[in-house]
């Protein structure tokens, strides 16, 4: 018991310290020992429960004479309806393309235009800013070398301008991207040394409205590391998360998840790394108005266990307040997150089967702020399901829909086809036992 109240009172303290408001004290007042705050816990899911919550689904094919691979990537917000990204690779070149496509709330397409993006590579991110659509992109050059290009479209799929990162000596990877508070971008990369195999690293580059690169800083040379999200911070500056080899275990390095803080010249405030089990990596970042980290991601943190999605709350000096772990009957990973004004989380999960047994599937889970399951829903269950992640408006009368792709029918000429569909959901009414 003692260990408990002084657990509360550190919290306390620590957001008392971060703005003066205590968000998880409303928690800890239940008297019901599953209510209390458990600083880091595994979580059984039990067999996923489908249906009742979708308002429709919508699925964006191609013609039959232009089958491929299709994901969808982002939903943007547009006014009177809203403009969905995704891509296209063609089943007889591999070449990649860009859907730029715009449908209204009830899921009706007013239009699309797909572009060439002249490479074999892949859409790393999409971010809209300015009237404009910025690509990541992982480009693939003709001798097999990957770069970092970005490409700058308007809404209406117009190509303005574009630019490629590399060296003569690097590999450039693409990591992550974001706009800072100046207006400029901000692209995470990660650098491979061409020949020597254990020179890998993240490099942060500032480029302007022109393309032009105005900086680039470089962290951690000598740790392999790898950023999977960039944000801004409301009062200037960055956090980035991601992946970093850890010393330990098996007898080689193992990857553990990886908490960055920057500065707005891109000096490095603090960094922290989160060894879980074997093999561990956080996807996802959010800060609240009162300074707490949400992040997101996958672990394995019991030996050989099956994959867990993995969610984490930190406070503003990078150190954990809670953990959950999310296992079961299928291996899962976090795909997307999304905290709420009063520090609720929504975390999607894909589901993949293991032994094939059951089917793909996606996953969310409305938490507490202290991280207990309030509702548990799965959606989309099938051959080749995969989510891609979760949208929702700033309007809350739009709603939130979730994203992703699915095999089609297959027959012998089209084996493993994708289509992209997207789906809107209802509201989860969420079991409030803790509050």
Known sequence: MGIKRTLKAILILGVLGAGGFVPYDAH???????????????????????????????????????LGQDR??????????????????????????IQVI??????????SVQKDLKTFGRIIDVINHDD????????????????????????????????????????????????????????????KHKKQFRDVYSVLYKLNDKMKVMWKRSFLPSTPTRIHALITRADGGFLAAGEIAVPGGRKRQRIGGWLMALSEQGGMEWQRSYPRGYNSRLNFIHETKNKFIFTAGTAYPSGDGNASAWIMTNNA?????????FSGKYAY??????????????????????????????????????????NDRSYI???????????????????????????????????????????????????NLCR
């Not at 715009?102 to 239009?111: A, F």
């Not at 060296?167 to 971008?185: F, K, N």
């Open 28 to 66: 800890a007042q239940s008297s019901r020992p599953e209510c209390q705050m458990n600083p880091e816990k595994v979580i059984k899911l039990g067999m996923p429960v489908f249906g009742g919550y979708l308002k429709w689904k919508r699925s964006i094919a191609q013609p039959e004479d232009a």
């Open 72 to 97: 969808l990537i982002r939903v943007f917000d547009n006014i009177d309806n809203f403009v969905v990204i995704g891509e296209h690779k063609s089943a007889d070149t591999n070449a990649t393309f």
């Open 102 to 111: 715009q449908m209204d709330y009830n899921g009706l397409v007013l239009g």
């Open 132 to 191: 404009k659509i910025i690509v990541l992109l992982e480009k693939m050059a003709g001798d097999g070398v990957r770069h970092t290009e970005i490409k700058v479209f308007s809404e209406k799929g117009e190509a303005i301008r574009s630019k490629i990162l590399k060296t003569d000596t690097h590999v450039i990877m693409p990591s992550a991207i974001t706009v800072g508070t100046d207006g400029a971008l901000y692209v995470a990369t990660q650098h």
């Open 317 to 325: 000096n990078s150190n954990p307040v809670w953990q959950r772990y």
């Open 333 to 374: 990973k976090s795909i997307g997150l999304q905290v709420s004004d009063d520090e609720q989380t929504t975390l999607v999960l894909q589901g993949t089967p293991v032994k094939n047994a059951g089917a793909n599937h996606v996953r969310l889970l409305s938490l507490s702020q202290l991280g207990y399951v309030m």
């Open 381 to 431: 269950e099938g051959a080749g399901v995969e989510g891609h992640g979760i949208v929702s408006f700033k309007n809350p009368t739009l709603g939130r829909y979730i994203i992703g792709s699915a095999e089609m029918p297959s027959t012998e000429d089209n084996n493993h086809i994708l289509d992209g569909w997207i789906a809107s959901i209802h509201k989860a009414r969420k079991n």
